[in-house]
């Protein structure tokens, strides 16, 4: 796989959403958040995206750099891309004609601290 050297992708905002499940009950927001990202990991390949743009060189990946990986057409590959940017589980930015994607480790860490026991 050859990964090219960019920097990381603008990181969006992100806030905790909920404290963690042990803690409190959940509002319904919070559960709905938590419903849609839990739904975008949900998948084999969307997993495996995943782990593929947290332990990319430099931060970023291209799209074009990903169908090898998970052995799925470049469509396939962008439509889970787009259900993990959507769950606010990563974030892509155009660049010329390709499209490079970035884990959001504020995410991650939202995901972590709601299935933390006190």
């Known amino acids: 796989m050859t990964v090219r050297e960019l920097p990381v992708l603008d990181q ?9 499940l042990t803690a409190e009950v959940l509002s ?5 958040t938590l419903a849609k990202q839990f739904a975008a ?4 390949v969307r997993l495996q995206l995943l782990s593929l743009l947290a332990t990319a060189d ?3 990946i291209c799209v ?3 169908t090898e990986p998970v052995g799925r057409t470049q469509g396939t590959v962008s439509h889970h891309l787009r259900i993990l940017v959507e769950s606010g589980l990563a ?3 155009k660049r010329g004609r390709n499209v490079w ?3 959001v480790p504020a995410a991650l860490e939202a995901l972590r601290g709601a299935l933390a026991t006190r």
Not at 12 to 20: D, K, M, N, S
Not at 28 to 32: G, I, L, S, V
């Open 12 to 20: 969006p905002e992100v806030t905790a959403c909920c404290a963690p």
């Open 28 to 32: 319904a927001p919070d559960a709905k």
């Open 41 to 44: 990991l949900g998948d084999p």
């Open 58 to 60: 430099g931060g970023a």
């Open 64 to 66: 074009c750099d990903l």
């Open 91 to 93: 974030t892509g930015e």
């Open 101 to 103: 994607y970035a884990v």
